[in-house]
């Protein structure tokens, strides 16, 4: 994966979001179920996970819970969120046509916004925006944006966006 350091500080739950999106990607490229690496994150990774963004300073700290959250239940739940994705993608485009990077991060963010009710669609939307930027170089920022913009309308019509 192509990573680059963020522009904004790196919040215990921004962490938890990163190592996730990690953990998403390692899931589906291994086959490996969700606890064990869950359990290989929490046990040796999340420590050393921003080493390569941040060499000289300490790592900063995880929301390790917010991490098992987002993990499993985008795991579980991945034929649900695929297929509220899938539609608001380009015509000719499928999920399996994008990188597993992307569909780590797009899972995990429509996790949030379709299950975690507590946080406002507004900041799901800001903050996987934001690690975008971390995992892409190019126009993909962009088109996170415009995908989870759609589905946090269409999850959270409830909501108003601003």
């Known amino acids: 994966m192509t990573r680059k ?16 999106i990690q953990a998403l990607y390692q899931i589906e490229l291994m086959g490996a179920r969700p606890s064990m690496v869950v359990h290989e994150f929490d046990d040796h990774r999340l420590s050393e996970l ?5 060499p000289d300073e300490p790592a900063p700290d995880v929301d390790r819970e917010w991490f098992r959250l987002v993990v499993t239940g985008a795991a579980e ?8 994705i899938a539609p608001l993608l380009a015509t000719g485009w499928t999920m399996e046509r ?17 299950y975690r009710h507590d946080v406002p669609p507004n900041v799901v939307v800001d903050e996987y925006v934001e690690l975008a930027y ?19 309308r269409d999850m959270r019509r409830d909501v108003p966006t601003v």
């Open 50 to 54: 921003f080493e390569p963004f941040l």
């Open 98 to 114: 994008l990188s597993a990077p992307m569909r780590a991060l797009l899972r995990c963010a429509a996790y949030e916004l379709a």
């Open 134 to 152: 971390a995992f892409f170089e190019g126009g993909e920022p962009g088109f996170v944006n415009a995908i989870l913009d759609r589905l946090s």
């Open 77 to 84: 739940e991945t034929a649900r969120l695929d297929g509220d």
């Open 5 to 20: 350091k963020t522009s904004k500080p790196i919040t215990k739950r921004r962490a938890a979001r990163f190592a996730a």
